[in-house]
Nanobody, 121 residues
């Protein structure tokens, strides 16, 4: 019973900024790696950025330098600060997390349902 809920999406102009949040709740003992993906209608899901349990970060080439991924372990929440947004098709930004629900339990991957981001001119 782990849930991931994204928020913060919306309609922005090119060059604008948004800050997305992914809040994990439920039976959580610890969260390992977390990541953001995005998916436009009719398109394949695209990996955006990853943050490890020790806050190491990796970014896709398309967002590096513009996006910043972070996390607050005390709140079981991950963030994606998106700056200098570019015109693109609307896409749902989706949260992924590797979660351990109790000590020594197996790690399982969970997905949120996404928050829609639209950049328009």
């Amino acid at each position: 019973q782990v849930q991931l809920v994204e928020s913060g999406g919306g309609l922005v102009q090119p060059g604008g900024s948004l800050r997305l949040s992914c809040a994990a709740s439920g039976s959580i003992f610890s969260i390992n790696t977390m990541a953001w993906y995005r998916q436009a209608p009719g398109k394949q899901r695209e990996w955006v950025a990853t943050i490890t349990s020790d806050t190491g970060t990796i970014y896709s080439d398309s967002v590096r330098g513009r996006f910043t991924i972070s996390r607050d372990n005390a709140k079981n929440t991950m963030y994606l600060q998106m700056n200098n947004l570019k015109t693109e098709n609307p896409a749902a930004y989706v949260c992924n997390a590797a979660v351990r629900t109790k000590p020594r339990s197996a790690v399982k991957f969970y997905w949120g349902d996404g928050t829609l981001v639209t950049v328009y001119s």
